[in-house]
């Protein structure tokens, strides 16, 4: 047995806050049925609070154990591997953050749902556009559902440095997406960037409306007055 912390003890720490009800409850929640966007997907059945416990107490594991949680058929295991993974990367040092970043795409088809693309997507691509265009273009493209979220979740890093022009492009490329989740992130994101620069959003709405999905409208339109959203959402009838 491996000294140090390892994913058996993650594993078992998981186990031990298994609840099988809340489980079936969270498989329903998060469409695991067949043919559903996250078919075959197994819950334990934590909350996130206690898997984020669980992430602080194991928090420096060595990335040949994430490894480990990342290949589980368990969702949970997968999260709090994801977690770990941003904790470290927030921690880090510059070449940390870049092997992570680099960890991180090479796991991507872990990142399967979408708590784990929101979970994860900001830190370990968003920090890292600047020095990676073309992966953010290979993922806007893909016909991977997840990995187009995780396209336009990573751009809510450059959000928080105060730059709204990739938000903005990246969802002008998505606005042809034909599934909701793509619709409801875009529509997030478009909401966030409006909120640092109201009329940049505007002018968005006003060059591509006929082409917005209506989920994609109500999310973005949140933050405006309720005179705005009405006329917004009367033009999009």
């Known amino acids: 047995m491996p000294k140090g912390p390892n994913a058996a003890a993650v594993k078992?720490?998981?186990a031990s806050l298994s609840k099988p009800e809340r489980a079936l409850f969270l498989q329903r929640f998060f469409r695991t049925g067949p043919g559903e966007y996250a078919e075959g997907d197994k819950m334990l059945g934590l909350s996130v609070p206690e898997q984020r416990k669980i992430v602080l107490q194991f928090r420096d594991l060595p990335l040949i154990e994430v490894q480990k949680l990342l290949d589980s058929p368990y969702h949970e295991h997968r999260l709090i591997g994801l977690m770990m993974l941003v904790d470290q990367h927030r921690r880090g040092d510059p070449l940390l953050?870049?092997?992570l970043h680099r960890f991180y795409v090479k796991n991507?088809?872990?990142v399967n749902n979408w708590d784990l693309v929101d979970a994860s997507a900001a830190a370990?691509?968003?920090e890292h556009i600047a020095d990676n265009a073309a992966l953010l273009r290979k993922l806007t493209r893909s016909k991977n559902l997840w990995?187009?979220?995780v396209a336009i979740v990573s751009t809510f890093a450059e959000l928080?440095?105060?730059r709204t022009e990739?938000?903005?492009r990246v969802s002008g490329d998505l606005l042809g997406d034909q599934h909701d989740l793509i619709h409801k992130a875009v529509g997030w994101l478009l909401r966030e960037a409006g909120k640092r620069a109201p009329a940049e959003l505007l002018e968005f709405l006003r060059s591509?409306?006929?082409?917005l999905p209506r989920t994609t409208l109500r999310y973005a339109i949140e933050r405006l007055d309720v005179s705005e959203r009405k006329k917004w959402l009367l033009s999009a009838q």
């Open 97 to 99: 953050k870049k092997e």
């Open 12 to 14: 078992r720490a998981v």
């Open 208 to 211: 591509h409306y006929d082409r």
């Open 108 to 110: 991507l088809a872990s």
């Open 147 to 149: 990995h187009r979220r």
């Open 166 to 168: 990739l938000t903005f």
């Open 124 to 126: 370990l691509v968003g």
């Open 160 to 162: 928080r440095a105060g």
